[in-house]
């Protein structure tokens, strides 16, 4: 890569990106922005640095990897959309792809949605320029191509969609808030599978985000190399709100840290959460599972256990979980998830095919369901009981079993990453609660937790199911 100008001269021209990152509002980012290309930074900026990173001494050349944690409205989202300007518009990457071959700037989120909010900030510093304006070759709902042979690209994060493309770069949003139902470290895989596609151009990984829980890749990335121990290759910066945007009103901040002190010094003040820790480790959970079984058919000799979690078929998924008892241990036997939309009456029809077949005409489930599964199962000849627990309560009677390798687990990767992303948030009444992870999952979770806890808790006595006669 050869910059046809530098980042701070790009800054500082309106005719180029002085429109987007002009104003000394801006001068914190602007600092790390450059700093992570190798500029050297004014006394002013070189503050704002040694304020935001913890080292005294500014890179040296341009960093392998930028990683800006700050809170809301810090104008994260903006100033990486205008480095993406720079690096795809006003560098020269002719060197490293071969001819007819388009450099790809991927620019991934949790979903496309949340992608395209960074490519309309992309879209709009093009715009307001009339030279990089002009270097917009095409456009479509998800993606910018230049004249210059560079295509700016938005994904949803997952890493089976971004192996095998040629990245001059690659911006990563939001990566604290990433889930997948295949993985309980979604990020980590992710990252992984971008790496490659930097190697020949040497483009840089670029994260942003605001702080959440002390676990993941933001978290790791930061205890490593925030301040001087860190390796200098990799660069980056935390702050609060007001310490990247001063324009934020501070007194707003007061009332919401007052409100609710633990989420808001991660959402303002930068801070990573103390009142979460990871429910469960995935050590724990995979010394539970049975390599490569993925489901146990009916034997005479056990009477089997049913736990369901109803949906209205629109949102969330519905699942059904079986199993049975063998001395001290609860072995799950099978697990059925049924993703929306789909019509409740025929899944619960489904459903109780299942039962029938391990000889259950009662089941269990969620409490706060209402009256429509009794309705549906009673239709089937199967009585629907609410749970004598609510959620967390389960969850909370299933981690001893876990730890203690009391339970055998189905081979099923949707059900360990959503067991591994389970949390534990303490209140501010100091009680705890245990639920998934804020834009993920725990249907199949609570299914498991639900049928093993009482297949366990319980040797079978209320649970003990009836015979049908057929």
Same mark, same amino acid.
């Given at each position: 890569m050869?910059?046809?100008? /530098?980042?701070?001269?790009? $800054?500082?021209?309106?005719? &180029?990106?002085?429109?987007?990152?002009?104003?000394?509002?801006?001068?914190?980012?602007?600092?790390i922005?450059?700093?992570?290309?190798?500029?050297?930074?004014?006394?002013?900026?070189?503050?704002?640095?040694?304020?935001?990173?913890?080292?005294?001494?500014?890179?040296?050349?341009?960093?392998?990897?930028?990683?800006?944690?700050?809170?809301?409205?810090?104008?994260?989202?903006?100033?990486?959309?205008?480095l993406?300007?720079?690096?795809?518009?006003?560098?020269?990457?002719?060197?490293?792809?071969?001819?007819?071959?388009?450099?790809?700037?991927?620019?991934?989120?949790?979903n496309?949605a949340?992608?395209?909010?960074?490519?309309?900030?992309i879209?709009?510093?093009?715009?307001?320029?009339?030279?990089?304006?002009?270097?917009?070759d095409?456009?479509?709902?998800w993606?910018l191509?230049?004249?210059?042979?560079?295509?700016?690209?938005?994904?949803?994060?997952?890493?089976?969609?971004?192996?095998?493309?040629?990245?001059?770069?690659?911006?990563?949003?939001e990566?604290?808030?990433?889930?997948?139902?295949? /993985?309980s470290?979604?990020?980590?895989?992710?990252?992984?599978?971008?790496?490659?596609?930097?190697?020949?151009?040497?483009?840089q990984?670029?994260?942003?985000? /605001?702080?959440?829980?002390?676990?993941?890749?933001?978290?790791?990335?930061?205890r490593?190399?925030?301040?001087?121990?860190?390796?200098?290759?990799?660069?980056?910066?935390?702050?609060?709100?007001?310490?990247?945007?001063?324009?934020?009103?501070?007194? $707003?901040?007061?009332?919401q840290?007052?409100r609710?002190?633990?989420?808001?010094?991660?959402?303002? &003040?930068?801070?990573?959460?103390?009142?979460?820790?990871t429910?469960?480790?995935?050590?724990?959970?995979?010394?539970?599972?049975?390599?490569?079984?993925?489901?146990? #058919?009916?034997?005479?000799?056990?009477?089997y256990?049913?736990?369901?979690?109803?949906?209205?078929?629109?949102?969330?998924?519905?699942t059904?979980?079986?199993?049975h008892?063998?001395?001290d241990?609860?072995?799950?036997?099978?697990?059925?998830?049924?993703?929306?939309? $789909?019509?409740?009456?025929?899944?619960?029809?489904?459903?109780?095919?299942?039962?029938? /077949?391990?000889?259950?005409?009662?089941?269990? #489930?969620?409490?706060?369901?209402g009256?429509?599964?009794?309705?549906?199962?009673?239709?089937?000849?199967?009585?629907?009981?609410?749970?004598?627990?609510?959620?967390?309560d389960?969850?909370?009677?299933? &981690?001893?079993?876990?730890?203690?390798r009391?339970?055998?687990?189905?081979?099923?990767?949707?059900?360990?990453?959503?067991l591994? #992303?389970?949390?534990r948030?303490?209140?501010?009444?100091?009680?705890?609660?245990?639920?998934?992870?804020?834009?993920?999952?725990?249907?199949?979770?609570?299914?498991?937790?639900?049928? &093993?806890?009482?297949?366990?808790?319980?040797?079978?006595?209320?649970?003990?199911?009836?015979?049908?006669?057929?």
């Amino acid at each position: 890569m050869k910059p046809l100008v /530098s980042l701070r001269r790009a $800054f500082e021209d309106p005719l &180029l990106l002085g429109g987007v990152m002009g104003g000394e509002s801006r001068a914190p980012m602007r600092s790390i922005l450059m700093a992570s290309q190798g500029e050297e930074l004014t006394d002013s900026e070189l503050a704002h640095f040694r304020r935001l990173t913890g080292r005294e001494t500014p890179p040296a050349g341009r960093v392998e990897e930028a990683h800006v944690i700050g809170g809301r409205r810090s104008g994260k989202s903006s100033g990486i959309a205008a480095l993406a300007v720079y690096q795809a518009a006003l560098c020269d990457h002719s060197d490293c792809l071969s001819p007819g071959e388009r450099g790809v700037l991927l620019i991934l989120a949790e979903n496309r949605a949340q992608a395209r909010v960074i490519l309309r900030y992309i879209d709009g510093a093009f715009q307001q320029s009339p030279a990089l304006s002009k270097l917009i070759d095409g456009r479509t709902q998800w993606s910018l191509t230049l004249a210059n042979g560079v295509e700016i690209e938005v994904r949803a994060a997952d890493f089976r969609g971004v192996r095998g493309l040629t990245l001059i770069a690659a911006l990563c949003d939001e990566i604290a808030f990433w889930h997948s139902d295949d /993985s309980s470290n979604p990020a980590e895989e992710i990252i992984a599978a971008v790496k490659p596609g930097l190697i020949t151009t040497r483009g840089q990984l670029i994260t942003i985000g /605001s702080p959440y829980a002390k676990r993941g890749f933001q978290y790791t990335t930061f205890r490593q190399h925030f301040g001087e121990q860190g390796d200098p290759r990799i660069l980056v910066a935390k702050g609060g709100t007001t310490a990247y945007n001063p324009t934020i009103d501070e007194e $707003f901040i007061a009332r919401q840290i007052e409100r609710d002190p633990a989420a808001a010094r991660s959402e303002w &003040l930068g801070e990573f959460r103390n009142d979460i820790e990871t429910f469960v480790s995935r050590e724990a959970v995979e010394a539970c599972i049975a390599v490569d079984v993925f489901e146990r #058919g009916p034997l005479w000799q056990y009477n089997y256990t049913a736990f369901v979690d109803p949906s209205g078929g629109s949102v969330d998924e519905m699942t059904l979980a079986i199993a049975h008892r063998e001395g001290d241990v609860g072995v799950l036997d099978a697990l059925r998830v049924v993703k929306p939309p $789909f019509s409740p009456s025929d899944v619960v029809a489904d459903f109780c095919n299942l039962l029938r /077949s391990y000889r259950i005409s009662r089941v269990r #489930g969620d409490r706060y369901a209402g009256e429509w599964p009794r309705e549906q199962f009673r239709k089937h000849g199967v009585e629907y009981l609410p749970s004598e627990k609510p959620k967390s309560d389960i969850f909370r009677d299933f &981690l001893p079993l876990i730890n203690g390798r009391r339970v055998e687990l189905l081979d099923d990767k949707k059900l360990v990453a959503q067991l591994c #992303g389970l949390e534990r948030r303490t209140a501010r009444s100091g009680r705890d609660s245990i639920d998934h992870a804020p834009g993920s999952h725990d249907d199949a979770a609570n299914c498991v937790a639900g049928v &093993l806890v009482s297949t366990i808790g319980q040797a079978g006595a209320t649970m003990k199911v009836t015979p049908l006669r057929i």
